[in-house]
């Protein structure tokens, strides 16, 4: 079970690593910055701008799987089931790249 306590748009100050996709998110770049429990532990999830277009499109197919929002599992079969989906084939080519 996850409790929520915040889902805040941020632009970052420092680099971090999108946690659907894995590619950088770098100083300057908008992303999206969620906090909460799940089984008792605080949890951070940060994604960039881009997986809240693959989010929202795989949440509204219902590829939430584990309850606690989409992951990076949920996203990955989403893009694989919608290949004509630029959405998805973005996804696709930023889980391949190289993460730079």
Not at 14 to 34: F, M, N, Q
Request: proline share 4%; glycine share 6%.
């Amino acid at each position: 079970m996850s409790d929520l306590f915040a889902h805040k748009k941020r632009r970052a100050r420092k680099t971090h690593r999108c946690d659907l996709c894995g590619t950088t998110i770098r100083p300057g770049d908008t992303y999206s910055h969620e906090t909460g429990t799940a089984d008792g532990r605080f949890l951070t999830w940060r994604n960039c701008a881009p997986c809240d277009e693959v989010i929202s499109a795989a949440s509204i197919d219902y590829y939430e799987t584990d309850g606690v929002g989409v992951t990076a599992d949920d996203a990955q079969v989403w893009a694989e089931d919608h290949p004509d989906d630029p959405v998805a084939t973005a996804y696709i080519e930023r889980t391949t790249s190289d993460h730079t």
